[in-house]
T-cell receptor
Framework: NAGVTQTPKFQVLKTGQSMTLQCAQD?????MYWYRQDPGMGLRLIYY???????DKGEVPNGYNVSRLNKREFSLRLESAAPSQTSVYFC?????????????FGSGTRLTVV | AQSVTQLDSHVSVSEGTPVLLRCNYS??????LFWYVQHPNKGLQLLLK??????LVKGINGFEAEFKKSETSFHLTKPSAHMSDAAEYFC???????????FGTGTRLTVIP
């Protein structure tokens, strides 16, 4: 099925550990995004990639790094996990250039940092 | 500052009664507007979007929303709630020139049998 695939779906980390969240889309979209979702705060943008080869900070980038590996893949890395990074992470993609576009979201990664 | 406000964090309705989820945006310009739904432990699904054509937008599952520029609102409605509508709903805005979307804080809809 076409869409956005995120791995893993669940992860528990100890404080200070590192990990990479993977995201891939097969819709030939140019733009990809990483959001975190916390109770009562909606979704907040961490980083985005408007096109292959570019990345930009969003609203809450501290503690994260990203890599736009190719047009399909956009990974999010936590170098030294902290309990404040316990959250649900969503990857999304969209086609830039249209006047009104929506996002296609992955099913999320639930991360717990202990 | 650009923002989007969902006026109710929680709405509770009886099955078969109308649903109204409120959303206001802040902008002098007409933005792109969306409603997304998130069922428990699931990703976000697009319900409908405003494309600057008709101000009354119809979406999936019987939902619709009306864009009112004079009130800077984009409220989501459904004539008759179903148990399967119980979920969290997000009003989302893309402002002209912005590369990303702004999310409201969400409204949790409970449907009482």
């Amino acid at each position: 099925n076409a869409g956005v695939t995120q791995t893993p779906k669940f992860q528990v980390l100890k404080t200070g550990q590192s990990m990479t969240l993977q995201c891939a889309q097969d819709m030939n979209h140019n733009s990809m995004y990483w959001y975190r979702q916390d109770p009562g705060m909606g979704l907040r943008l961490i980083y985005y990639s408007a096109s292959e080869g570019t990345t930009d900070k969003g609203e809450v980038p501290n503690g994260y790094n990203v890599s736009r590996l190719n047009k399909r893949e956009f990974s999010l890395r936590l170098e030294s996990a902290a309990p404040s990074q316990t959250s649900v992470y969503f990857c999304a993609s969209s086609e830039v250039g249209l006047a009104n576009y929506g996002y296609t979201f992955g099913s999320g990664t639930r991360l717990t940092v202990v | 500052a650009q923002s989007v406000t969902q006026l109710d964090s929680h709405v509770s309705v009886s099955e078969g009664t109308p649903v109204l989820l409120r959303c206001n945006y802040s902008s002098s310009y007409s933005p792109s507007l969306f409603w997304y739904v998130q069922h428990p432990n699931k990703g976000l699904q697009l319900l409908l979007k405003y494309t600057s054509a008709a101000t009354l937008v119809k979406g999936i599952n019987g939902f619709e929303a009306e864009f009112k520029k004079s009130e800077t609102s984009f409220h989501l409605t459904k004539p008759s709630a179903h148990m399967s509508d119980a979920a969290e709903y997000f009003c989302v805005v893309r402002y002209p020139g912005a590369n990303n979307l702004f999310f409201g804080t969400g409204t949790r809809l409970t449907v009482i049998p």
